[in-house]
T-cell receptor, first 116, second 115 residues
Framework: AQKITQTQPGMFVQEKEAVTLDCTYDTSDPSYGLFWYKQPSSGEMIFLIYQGSYDQQNATEGRYSLNFQKARKSANLVISASQLGDSAMYFCLLLHMDTGRRALTFGSGTRLQVQP | DAGVIQSPRHEVTEMGQEVTLRCKPISGHNSLFWYRQTMMRGLELLIYFNNNVPIDDSGMPEDRFSAKMPNASFSTLKIQPSEPRDSAVYFC?????????????FGPGTRLLVL
């Protein structure tokens, strides 16, 4: 069975420091994708970054980077220079094929609080 | 680009009433997804469409839920009759095509409260 695990229900970080949000996954599919989404208190889901299983390099988008370790099946999100506006819920998602159909599996989320 | 548009943003209704949630995907996107988010279950994929055709509705909780996509720019999720346990935030998302490894863009969500 495909699954995705976020072991940190909550994290605190000081403003301007870097923080790593953990995500591990388990899939037997050779081709898959990993996403990180941010959900602020307003409820909207905001796409942050994507990593494909065949991508040679770790994905980066501005202050966001994905530490992709394929052998360990981990896809941790690194936020550099945290800002107060980064306080939100963060979800890791696994996109894969399941009996010919595309399937999305969600992690349980990590709530990040950035402190001044 | 206006992004994915959902309406209403908030809905309060009484148990037994019919509820219809609406979604307009990003223009040019061929895949549309309906999700439900609750504290207990987190994010759940309910159903998704590709080129207006329902591809997988295995996530729809029961027969009280139905979804349609009559054209490429509009979809509805209907709950009839509604129950208090349906209270949740319902998200609609769209993506460019039905291929693997693709970004989905979420709408702002509809907060549903069934009394």
């Amino acid at each position: 069975a495909q699954k995705i695990t976020q072991t940190q229900p909550g994290m605190f970080v000081q403003e301007k420091e870097a923080v790593t949000l953990d995500c591990t996954y388990d899939t037997s599919d050779p081709s898959y994708g990993l996403f990180w989404y941010k959900q602020p208190s307003s409820g909207e889901m905001i796409f942050l970054i994507y990593q494909g299983s065949y991508d040679q390099q770790n994905a980066t988008e501005g202050r966001y980077s994905l530490n992709f370790q394929k052998a360990r099946k981990s896809a941790n999100l690194v936020i550099s220079a945290s800002q107060l506006g980064d306080s939100a819920m963060y979800f890791c998602l696994l996109l894969h094929m399941d009996t010919g159909r595309r399937a999305l599996t969600f992690g349980s989320g990590t709530r990040l609080q950035v402190q001044p | 680009d206006a992004g994915v548009i959902q309406s209403p943003r908030h809905e309060v209704t009484e148990m037994g009433q019919e509820v219809t949630l609406r979604c307009k995907p990003i223009s040019g996107h061929n895949s549309l997804f309906w999700y439900r988010q609750t504290m207990m279950r987190g994010l759940e994929l309910l159903i998704y469409f590709n080129n207006n055709v329902p591809i997988d509705d295995s996530g729809m909780p029961e027969d009280r839920f139905s979804a349609k996509m009559p054209n490429a720019s509009f979809s509805t999720l209907k709950i009839q009759p509604s129950e208090p346990r349906d209270s949740a935030v319902y998200f609609c998302a769209s993506s460019l095509s039905g291929t693997l490894q693709e970004t989905q863009y979420f709408g702002p969500g509809t907060r549903l409260l069934v009394l």
